[in-house]
């Protein structure tokens, strides 16, 4: 499974709080593919201000699976919508096939 274009519902709380919303999208999708994410290989998330890392990552280390952590690159980037987090990329081992993105996933373009 492929995810790509996640990103906070709600762009304006703290760094935190986008990526619990963004985790939790993730975990819904990852659910939809029959997945989970103790089976997620790889993500790339994008911050658009990597001095927000250490905040993102405390969330980011509470919510992926003890001992399954995934590759995951992390980068700085000027993002084409108003959220501070963008996850590209994240890939995961389903069962059930692919699974579409729900509009509204995908960020807006400038």
Not at 15 to 43: E, F, Y
């Amino acid at each position: 499974m492929f995810t790509a274009g996640i990103v906070a519902g709600d762009p304006f709380p703290s760094l935190a709080a986008q990526t619990g919303q963004v985790l939790a999208r993730i975990d819904r999708l990852l659910a939809d593919a029959g997945s989970s994410r103790a089976r997620i290989l790889k993500a790339n998330i994008w911050l658009a201000d990597i001095g927000g890392f250490d905040e993102m990552n405390a969330v980011w280390d509470a919510w992926v699976v003890k001992g399954s952590a995934p590759a995951r690159a992390t980068v700085e980037a000027r993002l084409a919508g108003d959220g501070a987090i963008y996850v590209s990329g994240a890939v995961a081992e389903s069962g059930r096939g692919t699974v579409d993105l729900p509009s509204g996933d995908a960020p807006s373009q400038p």
